[in-house]
C-alpha cells in the first residue's frame, strides 16, 4: 500500500481542526447533519448526473484503488524483459513459451504469447498500444467523477449557505438565535470547499497519476517485447529501457548499483 493519499488527506483534515482549536472554536461545531447532507449527497447526485451509470458504480471501486494502490517499480520490469531477451537470445524465441507461464505481469505475458506464436512485429505493437489506449480511456471516466464531484462541491455549498441564510431572515425577530445560525449557514460552504479540495481533487489526482504510472509501464513493456521480438542484445535491450524509466527510479537504481 501507498500511504500517500490517506496521509495526505489525514494531514489537511488535522491541518483544519488544529487551526481551529488554536482560533478558539470548537471543531465540533462544524459536524452539523443539514448541510454535510446537503454537501456529500448533492454533490454526488450531480456528478452522478453528468455521467453514466457504471461511472457511479464504479466510484468505490476507484477509491479504494486510490488508498491501496501501489504502483509496481519499473526497474522490476526492466529485470524480468532483460531476463526474458537473454534467454530468448541464447535458445530462441519460443524457449520462452515456458517462461511465459511464470511471468507475473499480465500485459507483459500477453504480449510475449502474442510475439512466441508468430504475430507481425508491426501487428503485435498496435494491438498492445490499441490495449494502452483502452486503458487511458477507462481510467479518464473513472477521474472524471472525481473531478466533476470536486467542481461541483463549492458550489453545492454555496447553495446550502443562501438556503440557511434565507432561514436567518425568516427568524429576525428573534435577534438572540441570529449569530448561532448565521454560524451554521456557513457551515455548508465550509464543507463543500474542504471536501472539493481536501478529498474529491485529490482522490481524483491520485488515479490520474496511477494511470500514468501504470500505462508508462505498458509502453515500456511494448518496447521490451518488441526488442525480445527483433533479438536484439540483452545489453542494448538494458540500456533502452532503463532510458524510458522516470529520473526518481532510475537514479534510486544507480544508487542501489
Request: glycine residues 10%.
Amino acid at each position: 500500500m501507498d500511504p500517500a493519499t490517506l496521509a495526505g488527506i489525514g494531514i489537511a483534515v488535522v491541518s483544519i481542526f488544529v487551526m481551529m482549536i488554536l482560533e478558539g472554536s470548537n471543531p465540533m461545531s462544524i459536524m452539523l447533519i443539514a448541510p454535510m447532507i446537503l454537501v456529500f449527497g448533492g454533490t454526488f447526485g450531480v456528478a452522478m448526473a453528468g455521467g453514466v451509470l457504471r461511472d457511479t458504480t464504479g466510484m468505490f471501486g476507484q477509491i479504494k484503488r486510490a488508498f491501496t494502490a501501489k504502483p509496481a517499480a519499473s526497474t522490476e520490469l526492466v529485470d524480468s524483459i532483460v531476463k526474458l531477451s537473454e534467454r530468448a537470445r541464447r535458445e530462441g524465441l519460443l524457449a520462452l513459451e515456458d517462461a511465459v507461464k511464470e511471468v507475473e505481469d499480465p500485459f507483459l505475458r500477453r504480449g510475449l504469447e502474442l510475439a512466441i506464436d508468430g504475430t507481425d512485429p508491426e501487428e503485435l505493437r498496435e494491438i498492445l498500444e490499441a490495449e494502452v489506449d483502452a486503458k487511458r480511456r477507462e481510467d479518464k471516466s473513472g477521474v472524471k467523477i472525481f473531478t466533476d464531484m470536486g467542481g461541483y462541491a463549492p458550489t453545492i455549498g454555496i447553495i446550502g449557505t443562501v438556503v440557511s441564510l434565507v432561514h436567518v431572515l425568516e427568524n429576525l425577530s428573534e435577534p438572540e438565535k441570529l449569530g448561532h445560525m448565521i454560524g451554521a449557514a456557513f457551515v455548508a460552504t465550509l464543507w463543500g470547499v474542504a471536501s472539493a479540495n481536501v478529498i474529491w481533487l485529490p482522490i481524483g489526482n491520485r488515479l490520474k497519476r496511477l494511470s500514468e504510472l501504470e500505462c508508462a509501464q505498458m509502453e515500456l513493456t511494448i518496447e521490451g517485447i518488441a526488442n525480445i521480438q527483433a533479438g536484439t542484445n540483452p545489453r542494448l535491450v538494458s540500456q533502452k529501457l532503463k532510458s524510458l524509466l522516470p529520473p526518481g527510479e532510475l537514479s534510486s537504481e544507480k544508487k542501489a548499483a
